[in-house]
């Protein structure tokens, strides 16, 4: 099954599930194993990267080792709008707690804001605006942009090149720091360009298709730095349709399996990604800590490393 049709099954069943889910949570919270301590609301910004399907899988398996707790999941689709209603109606269902992954800032900020005046609320992967939230769980993505800044200008060597940098979601805060990261560092070596930033809104069809527009009026393309493994992939796969040799690629996420950055790193059709863990542990993990009414740390910073061939041993 290819992974546009999974993601499809994986939203739908979503819908579905989730219309179980106000029918059995609305008025009471029990279940067939048992009475609900804990009843957890994941609103996940969309289910089309598959590093997000990865990070609810961890969410899922860390619930299930925590007898009380249970967890139930939306899918914004990478709309904002429709991740407002998702909120609205996880509270609802009465949840006790609420983890978000925002699909852009601005737009989830008063909504977190209002939900974090009645439950604690974590905030994963993407920060809002401002303060109002129990605690945010992400990894440093202005420095991971810095350390492949640093990575491009030890592969291009002091002769430097033409680079063209795939972005993610233009609303979303890890876009913006893994850019701004990337190019600050950059910048000190004179002979690296920045010829074309294409947006493809972290999803590989998107970068395939406009790399593969943009490679039929710009030849000299030494290096591309996607925001995410997938969107490397995407590039890569327009740049082989298009005959076009001799590319660097370096992603973001380092996910194992089929097709993750790892994978493609040990395929040679990455010269490196970063591992950026997704948070989903922790963010069970504390959860129940604050509903334990224990003190947790405002954010966490979770630690993100390069994998290149040399180094896949460390973590395979």
């Avoid at 992954?101 to 900020?109: G, I, K, V, Y």
Wanted: hydrophobic share 40%.
């Amino acid at each position: 099954m290819k992974l546009g049709k999974s993601i499809l099954i994986i939203s739908l069943c979503s819908s579905f599930l989730f219309s179980i889910a106000a029918c059995s949570f609305q008025k009471t919270k029990k279940s067939e194993a048992g009475e609900i301590k804990y009843l957890i609301g994941m609103s996940q910004a969309n289910l089309g990267e598959p590093w997000r399907v990865v990070m609810n899988e961890e969410i899922k398996e860390e619930a299930s080792h925590h007898d009380g707790t249970r967890v139930i999941f939306t899918d914004a689709g990478q709309s904002s709008q429709k991740q407002i209603s998702d909120v609205e109606k996880l509270i609802g269902l009465g949840i006790d707690l609420l983890i978000i992954s925002p699909n852009e800032a601005e737009p989830l900020t008063p909504i977190i804001r209002k939900v974090h005046k009645k439950i604690p609320v974590i905030i994963l992967d993407r920060a809002i605006i401002g303060d109002d939230y129990t605690m945010f769980i992400g990894a440093d993505n202005k420095l991971i942009g810095k350390m492949a800044g640093q990575f491009v200008q030890d592969l291009l060597g002091p002769k430097g090149g033409n680079v063209v940098e795939i972005t993610g979601l233009p609303g979303s805060p890890p876009a913006k720091e893994r850019s701004v990261g990337f190019r600050n560092e950059i910048a000190k070596q004179a002979n690296i360009h920045v010829v074309k930033t294409l947006v493809a809104d972290w999803l590989r069809d998107n970068a395939e298709s406009k790399f593969q527009t943009y490679l039929t009026q710009n030849n000299q393309i030494d290096l591309v730095y996607a925001h995410n493994d997938p969107m490397a992939l995407g590039a890569y796969h327009a740049a082989n349709l298009a005959g076009k040799k001799g590319i660097i690629y370096v992603g973001i996420d380092g996910l194992p399996g089929p097709n993750g950055g790892l994978d493609l790193v040990k395929r040679h059709i990455l010269k490196g990604t970063f591992i950026y863990p997704n948070g989903g542990k922790e963010a069970v993990r504390y959860a129940l800590k604050i509903l334990h009414d224990e003190k947790v740390p405002k954010k966490v910073t979770l630690k993100s490393i390069k994998i290149t061939e040399n180094t896949l041993d460390e973590v395979e």
